[in-house]
C-alpha cells in the first residue's frame, strides 16, 4: 500500500470514530433531556406521552392528600386556567405548600395523571419557578382576554 492510501486510510478511520463519538453524544443529550409543561399545554395534547418532563404551576388550595402508606402524596398543579392532577411517592420538600409554586418531574399516566418522581418547591416566600410563573402569567392572560 502506498503512503498516500495509508494517510488516506487513517483519515477516513479517524472520522469515522469522529463520527460515532459525536452520535454516542448527541444520542446521550437527547434521552437526558427534560422539557417543561404548563398544565394549559398538558391539557391541549402537547406534553409527549411515556417521556419525562417537567409541568410547573400552583398547588391548588385543598388538593393535597397523603396517602396512608404516609409516603404517597397526591395534589393538583394548577396555571389557574386548567388543572393536572399529580403523584408523588417519596418526600415532599421542607417548603411544599398549598397555593405555592412547585415544579415537578416524571412522566404523564394514560389516565391523565401526571406520575412524579421529584418534585421542586420554591426557596423563599416570594419566588417562584421562572417556568411556573410564566404559565401562571400566561393563564391570567388567557382568562383575561377570555372575558
Known amino acids: 500500500m502506498k503512503p498516500r492510501h495509508k494517510r488516506l486510510a487513517f483519515i477516513v478511520g479517524g472520522l469515522a470514530a469522529l463520527a460515532a463519538a459525536a452520535a454516542l453524544v ?81 412522566q404523564l399516566g394514560a389516565d391523565g395523571r401526571f406520575a412524579a418522581n421529584e418534585v421542586l418547591a420554591k426557596h423563599d416566600e416570594n419566588y417562584m419557578p421562572p417556568e411556573a410563573q410564566h404559565a401562571v402569567d400566561e393563564a391570567h392572560k388567557a382568562a383575561a382576554k377570555a372575558k
Not at 51 to 73: A, N
Not at 95 to 101: A, Q
Open 26 to 106: 448527541l444520542n446521550a443529550m437527547s434521552s437526558n433531556l427534560v422539557f417543561f409543561f404548563t398544565p394549559t399545554q398538558v391539557a391541549a395534547g402537547e406534553a409527549p406521552k411515556n417521556r419525562t418532563f417537567r409541568i410547573g404551576g400552583l398547588v391548588k388550595e385543598g388538593s393535597v392528600r397523603r396517602e396512608s402508606d404516609g409516603l404517597t402524596v397526591r395534589f393538583v398543579v394548577t396555571d389557574t386556567a386548567y388543572d393536572i392532577p399529580v403523584a408523588y411517592r417519596g418526600i415532599l420538600p421542607d417548603l411544599f405548600r398549598e397555593g405555592k409554586g412547585v415544579v415537578a418531574q416524571g
